[in-house]
Structures are given as C-alpha cells and as structure tokens.
Nanobody
Framework: QVQLVESGGGLVQPGGSLRLSCAASGIIFSTYRMAWYRQAPGKQRELVTSITNVGSTNYADSVKGRFTIFRDNAKNTVYLQMNSLKPEDTAVYYC?????????WGQGTQVTVSS
C-alpha cells in the first residue's frame, strides 16, 4: 500500500519560513518524480515545484527564489523549504509521486501565512 504523509504545515507570519516533509512508503522512492502542489480556497490545485528522480527541479514563477525542493532517497522523503512566505502562499500543500502511469497523492498539510 502506497502512502505519502505530509507534515510541517502550520501558521507563520509573513516573511517567515516553514519546511514541509513528505514521507513515502510502498514505492521505490528513488525512481519517482516528486512534486508539491497547493490549493487555496476557491482556487484550482496548482503545481508549486517538482524534482525528478535524478534531481532536476523546476518551480512556479510565484515561488522562484523563495522555495526549495530537495529529496533524501535514503529516508524516502521529499522536502519543501519555504522562505519569505507571503499571505498568498496560504493553501493546503499536497505531495505527489509520479512514475509512468502511476500517480499518488498525500492527504495535504495546511499552511497559513498571516499576521
């Protein structure tokens, strides 16, 4: 059974930082592309960033220079380091694992940026 478990969300003030984690089980983690998506209230889910199995990354323009995705294959975990957070970053953040015809989602973790 595949599981993706996100953690690290919470309430943070504008300009603050958070680190999200997504621990995977039930897959050969090192062979999967991993990604973070987010969904704000009333909006569609959007891709924030992704990292391939060989470590290539891409970022949405809205987070470039502020967010960093990285993975630890020994721990079957992907991380999202979020700095200089803005109120518009408020959303539920979801982890995704993708390879070929297989796609798996985590349950999401809430990030709220507010003073």
């Amino acid at each position: 059974q595949v599981q993706l478990v996100e953690s690290g969300g919470g309430l943070v003030q504008p300009g603050g930082s958070l680190r999200l984690s997504c621990a995977a089980s039930g897959i050969i983690f090192s062979t999967y592309r991993m990604a973070w998506y987010r969904q704000a209230p009333g909006k569609q889910r959007e891709l924030v960033t992704s990292i391939t199995n060989v470590g290539s990354t891409n970022y949405a323009d809205s987070v470039k220079g502020r967010f960093t995705i990285f993975r630890d294959n020994a721990k079957n975990t992907v991380y999202l380091q979020m700095n200089s957070l803005k109120p518009e970053d408020t959303a539920v953040y979801y982890c995704l694992a993708h390879k070929s015809m297989s796609t798996y989602w985590g349950q999401g973790t809430q990030v709220t940026v507010s003073s």
